[in-house]
């Protein structure tokens, strides 16, 4: 946790590096996503949580460009990128993991993370031209400092050269955190992080996203199930319900909220709710 609180004036639009705006999202008749809106400030980690079924995945997509919303805004940095494709908002910064895993399983862990880069490589004939010589050596070598400092960052050396698909889940789940820390981003979008893991690689995996913020400056936007995760990371969660917002604030926050008790247990026991939000996952409480 940061010592002081950064998310407190999510109200002006400089506080938020990320920010979405009365977004509606459809699909037939379903309403996934209504009017959601929120801020993501600088270097925050940032929480979307909800009962199944809450629309975090709906979220998420549009965020990162695979879902168009039927209206609202999706601003990074203060850009309206609503109708960027999501090539272009990878290559601006946000980058995300799936919440199934979605590496390249014939390949080694070494070329799944080199893939990450594609996000930054130049695409149009002029640069190609023109991209020759010492810039495009000094770029690789750049390209070679950075894989290597996520590899060590995420303890991953000694898998470098082994096939995603030999690889337990846990380690698979770290490999595409490299793979997308290797675009560099300045947004990192991780979908369900811990889902599916141990206690010992879910620990892992939480020490890595507090690393992430820490040591490289990056925020962290996730949807997560495992509320004594979200609650010990996050500085500042988003509770979604039936696609709308219904609270947000700080973890302490958030599990105050009679909306929230209510959106996860109906009139059931409240008191087993906070025991949950202490200690474990929530998925299917609803
Ligand atoms: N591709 C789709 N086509 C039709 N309806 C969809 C589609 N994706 C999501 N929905 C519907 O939109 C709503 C929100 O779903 P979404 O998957 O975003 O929720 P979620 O909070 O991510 O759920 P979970 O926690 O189970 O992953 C649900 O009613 C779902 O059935």
Known sequence: MPDEPIWDDLSA???????????TLAFGGVKALTNVGFGVAPGSITAVIGPNGAGKTSLFNTISGFYK????????????????????????????SFQNIALFRGMTVLDNIKLGRHAHLKTNVFDALF????????????????EERIIDFLEIDH???????AL??????????????????????????VAGMNREETED????ILDVRREWGITVLMVEHDMGMVMDLSDHVVVLNFGQVIAQGTP???????EVIRAYLGAGDVGELRRRLRGGSMAGAA
């Open 131 to 146: 991209y020759l010589g010492r810039a495009r050596r000094e770029e690789a070598e750049l390209r070679r400092d950075v």
């Open 168 to 193: 337990p889940y846990g380690l698979q789940k770290r490999v595409e955190m490299a793979r997308a820390l290797a675009m560099q981003p300045k947004v990192l979008m991780l979908d369900e992080p």
């Open 13 to 23: 639009p400089a506080a938020s590096v990320l920010r979405v705006d009365a977004l």
């Open 252 to 258: 302490a926050q958030v599990q105050a909220d009679p």
């Open 205 to 208: 995996m939480a020490r890595f």
């Open 69 to 96: 919303p039927a209206q609202g805004r999706v601003l990074f940095e203060g850009e309206d990128i609503t109708r960027l494709p999501a090539p272009k908002r990878a290559a601006l910064g946000l980058a995300r």
């Open 159 to 165: 898998i470098r050269h082994a096939s995603v698909a």
